[in-house]
């Protein structure tokens, strides 16, 4: 781990992702920095394409990378799509991650997710219970492909020197979530719920689960990253 911060100014920046939630939040704060900031559409560049993903890195060069992009989803998401929830993932990270390495990208972040401790983990998560038990089922194969994305930036710093980094967004919701009365996150799901059943005079609200299982407390909000390390 860098012991300063990476200074952004300056800087060409590259935030992969940025239609998405907290992709889009990154734009919004980058906006206000001197930074020349990178963004491309699916329909440019499909992160999913090595070969093009490569070209594009080739032309543009960013010495800063956020690597937010990802094909996400709530239970019902995960649990049906999950081949495209598996390989798109898995693509996305490892051809941005070995781009960036390729084209000597000086920093780039990785967001992983808190799906990818197990099932059973001690509350409140803590970084070492990762890999120490089964995953949940219903969103194992995004839990490993985020998992290999985390790993993959691990082997970067340790065989090349890479400056890359991984950080884990839990409960994230924000401006640009998804409210799909199926697809969607929880927090967007039960304030989907709340509403509807308000604005239909609902006297009950009906919800997944058995209320039994636990979430970490904590609720992430992407806002203020001028610097990272």
């Known amino acids: 781990m860098a012991s300063t ?19 889009s939040a990154l734009v919004r704060r980058l906006a206000e920095e ?20 490569a070209r594009w890195f080739a032309a543009r060069r960013p010495q800063a990378v ?15 799509l999950r081949a495209e929830f598996l390989y798109d993932n898995l693509a996305i990270a490892t051809n941005v991650i070995h781009a960036a390495h390729v084209n000597r990208c000086e920093k780039l972040m990785f967001f992983g997710s808190s799906c990818i ?6 509350q409140p998560l803590r ?6 038990g089964p995953l949940e089922p219903t ?6 492909a985020k998992i290999a994305g985390i790993k993959m930036v691990e082997a970067y710093r340790s065989q ?15 401006r640009g979530d998804n409210y799909h009365p199926e697809y969607s996150h929880v927090v967007a799901a039960l304030i989907r719920r709340f ?5 239909s005079g609902a006297k009950n609200v009906v919800v997944w689960g058995t209320g039994t299982p636990r979430r970490d407390s904590s609720l992430s909000m992407i806002w203020r990253t001028p610097a990272f390390t």
């Open 5 to 23: 911060p990476f200074e952004l100014t300056g800087k060409t920046v590259f935030v992969a992702g940025h239609r998405g939630m907290v992709g």
């Open 34 to 53: 001197n930074v020349e900031l990178l963004t491309v559409s699916r329909s440019e560049v499909d992160l999913r394409d090595q070969a093009a993903v």
């Open 117 to 122: 401790y197990p099932k059973l983990a001690v």
């Open 195 to 199: 509403h509807e059943a308000k604005t």
């Open 139 to 144: 969103n194992e194969p995004y839990a490993i």
């Open 160 to 174: 090349y020197g890479s400056n890359f980094i991984s950080v884990m967004p839990t409960n994230l919701y924000g």
């Open 127 to 132: 970084e070492e219970s990762m890999l120490t």
């Open 66 to 80: 956020f690597l937010a992009a990802a094909k996400v989803g709530g239970i019902v998401a995960n649990n049906t």
